[in-house]
């Protein structure tokens, strides 16, 4: 039942937060606008959703584009602006996926999405993590995220989708929001987290061998 009406319960709660966080997203908005004026303020990129569809997801842009004299991109932490710093911090980056819910290709909670480029490394039984929609928030980002291995993320991926209820959803908010407030398991350098999944899995195979 409850997989019945969670799409319709995700819109009508992101019509209801979009009322109270866009403002926040303005003045976050602004915040970018003065320190790089040349970039946007979100940043787009390509994601797999529900069934493998890829979609565009939204964050607000936290780091510039600033280059060496060859041309290369600086470090993440180089790039960082100042007030992506705190943006990142509280997870404020993540609130413009408001959007993907209201267009029904993310929900507020549920495996989150990843790069289209990792879906020739999945083995059958982590594909089933593409069988609801992705979400803002999920099992694992609540139960250790970044301390996580893959394996350990995919499998919490897959135990919530066999326990997904609504009452399992309530507990993740909750959490969820806990999270946040303590700022705990936030990365401020993406430097800091786990392999990209295709170079993680590629050099696991080279090492069967």
């Known amino acids: 039942m409850y997989k019945t009406v969670k799409p319709l319960v995700d819109v009508i709660g ?14 976050c908005g602004i915040c970018i606008k003065l320190e790089d004026p040349s970039g946007p303020v979100f940043f ?3 994601r797999v959703g529900k069934e493998e569809k890829i979609f565009h997801i939204y964050k607000l842009r936290t780091m510039n584009s600033n280059t060496d004299r060859k041309g290369t ?4 932490s180089e790039r960082m602006l100042h007030c992506g710093k705190w943006i990142r911090k509280l997870s404020l980056d993540e609130l413009p996926q408001i959007i993907n819910i209201l267009k029904g290709e993310m929900s507020f909670i549920g495996p ?3 790069l289209p480029e990792y879906l020739a490394f999945y083995t059958e039984k982590e594909t089933k993590r593409h069988s609801v929609k992705p979400g803002i928030s999920g099992w694992a980002q609540i139960n250790g995220r970044n301390s996580l291995t893959w394996e350990e ?7 919530y989708i066999d326990q997904l209820s609504f009452k399992l959803d309530t507990k993740i908010v909750l959490l969820t929001i806990k999270k946040v407030l303590s700022g705990s398991d936030v990365i401020e350098d993406e430097s800091e987290e786990l392999a990209d999944f295709d170079v993680y899995r590629m050099n696991q195979m080279r090492r069967s061998k």
Do not use: E, Y
């Open 153 to 159: 993320r995919f499998a919490l991926d897959l135990d």
């Open 112 to 114: 989150r999405p990843l």
């Open 73 to 76: 991109l600086l470090s993440d």
């Open 44 to 46: 787009l990129q390509k």
């Open 14 to 27: 992101a019509l209801i937060l979009f009322f109270f966080v866009w403002p926040i997203i303005l003045f």
